[in-house]
């Protein structure tokens, strides 16, 4: 039986001194505020915002919950911060490298403190000002290697990590790349289910691949009820990628180890009982000084037509990288939008102001809304508001409702109001607010308020 050696970084470990700092650098355009050196900081909590009904919590060390809603529909577990914090080898991010230099396999896996000491090694944490992308950036300077990702959130196509791979030599380099995200739920678990029977969740989990086009499918065998009675889980939460060729996919953590010891893994196609990951693994060549570019989307709440829409996609020859990477950008220019009508933008001679006004009234107008497009009201939201407020007053009145033209001003409610001989149907008329945007993400740091 053959042996393979590989090595990490030097044979004697050496650690520096390192101070964090803090300044804007521009990347593709866009203003970001970096923090070198962030891994010498405490771990600290980030809320990462999106102009939907994303929720992402992240901490400085990458330990990461996600989803969209609400806390029982999510892609990673929702925790405590203190947890999450705690969880970041397991949940979320991932990647091993094994680098072959001067006849030696050698093994980097960012962002990880197994191996501190061994590589010299700079974390970087970049955040836009906009508030809704975050990059995580390792260099490790004895490899000539630089490797990032971010997390961005698509309406389209839910949670979008993207990854870069830099070459900052100038030789050929040859990788092996294992990416990927781990722990991911499958659709039907409540926060509550999770938290207190994780142990029991594991063994209704059913993680399966697509092989043809490398879509994983996270779900229950059957959602989890105390009750006599058949309950199917007839949907799932999905994770795809792009941008690397010829890959190998996993669907589990099972493989990790073998990785990383220099073991070959083979594709996973059906896992059962075990926690749901998403790995894919490809060789690579990079050229000197340049760099190479791929991406893992998930999503929660998938139904089969959604499933099959998304399968159409893959198998086509469309432009599906650009299409996705268009769609998290329409979601900053619309997050822009809904920030501006609440005066959320200035300018001064200061960014570090421009940045605080900005976070401040768009956290504001993510708990109280906006008064969009001049107080207009849509007519389908008032008569949801109707429905949810007072069935009996709805169903009174829906004659009324189903009148209204698409959307109309507030006078033409005050109006409808006044001619109104029911009482209870007035004071629900001047109560209603056509406020857009107003959402309560659950901060993890406050568990109560979900």
Not at 109 to 117: A, N, T, V
Not at 426 to 441: A, D, G, I
Request: overall charge neutral; glycine content about 6%; some cysteine.
């Amino acid at each position: 039986m053959s042996i393979k050696k590989i090595f990490i970084g030097n044979v004697k470990a050496s650690f520096d001194k390192k101070e964090a700092k803090g300044n804007y650098v521009n990347i593709d355009n866009e203003l970001f505020y970096k923090i070198e050196n962030s891994d010498t900081l405490r771990p600290f909590f980030m809320s990462i915002v999106s102009d939907t009904n994303h929720w992402l919590f992240v901490s400085s060390n990458g330990g990461i919950s996600a989803g969209r809603k609400n806390s029982d529909t999510a892609l990673f577990p929702y925790y405590t911060d203190d947890k999450i914090i705690e969880s970041a080898k397991n949940t979320g991010s991932k990647t091993i490298l094994q680098i072959q230099q001067d006849n030696k396999t050698f093994l980097w896996e960012p962002f990880s403190d197994k191996y501190e000491g061994f590589y010299e090694i700079k974390r970087n944490l970049y955040k836009n000002t906009y508030g809704n992308k975050i990059i995580f950036e390792e260099v490790n300077k004895d490899l000539g290697l630089t490797f990032r990702y971010q997390w961005n959130s698509s309406n389209l196509f839910g949670f979008v990590r993207k990854s870069t791979l830099i070459n900052n030599t100038h030789l050929l380099c040859r990788i092996t790349v294992l990416d990927g995200i781990q722990n991911i739920l499958p659709y039907g678990l409540s926060a509550d289910l999770q938290n207190s029977f994780s142990n029991l969740v594991d063994a209704y989990k059913k993680n399966e691949l697509e092989s043809e086009i490398g879509l994983g499918i996270y779900a229950l065998s059957a959602i989890i009820i105390d009750k006599p009675e058949p309950s199917e889980a007839l949907k799932a939460n999905i994770a795809w990628s792009l941008g690397l060729e010829n890959a190998t996919h996993l669907i589990s953590s099972l493989q990790l180890n073998n990785f990383r010891k220099g073991f070959p893994i083979n594709q996973e196609t059906d896992i059962k009982a075990e926690k749901g990951a998403y790995f894919i693994s490809s060789d690579l060549i990079l050229k000197a000084d340049s760099e190479k570019n791929w991406m893992i989307m998930a999503n929660v709440n998938q139904g089969p037509s959604q499933v099959v829409e998304i399968a159409k996609k893959l198998k086509s020859k469309t432009d599906l990288f650009n299409e996705v990477l268009n769609d998290v950008e329409l979601g900053t220019e619309n997050l822009i939008k809904l920030t501006s009508a609440a005066d959320g933008l200035q300018l001064v001679n200061d960014p570090l102001q421009n940045s605080r006004h900005f976070s401040n009234v768009l956290f504001n107008i993510m708990r109280g809304g906006i008064f969009d497009d001049n107080y207009q009201i849509e007519a389908d939201d008032f008569s949801k508001y109707f429905q949810k407020a007072n069935k009996t007053v709805h169903q009174q009145n829906q004659d009324l409702l189903l009148q209204l033209p698409s959307s109309f001003p507030l006078k033409k409610l005050r109006e409808i109001a006044l001619q109104s001989e029911d009482s209870d149907f007035k004071r629900l008329c001047f109560e209603y607010m056509p406020l857009k945007f107003s959402r309560r993400h659950g901060d993890p740091s406050r568990p109560w308020n979900k």
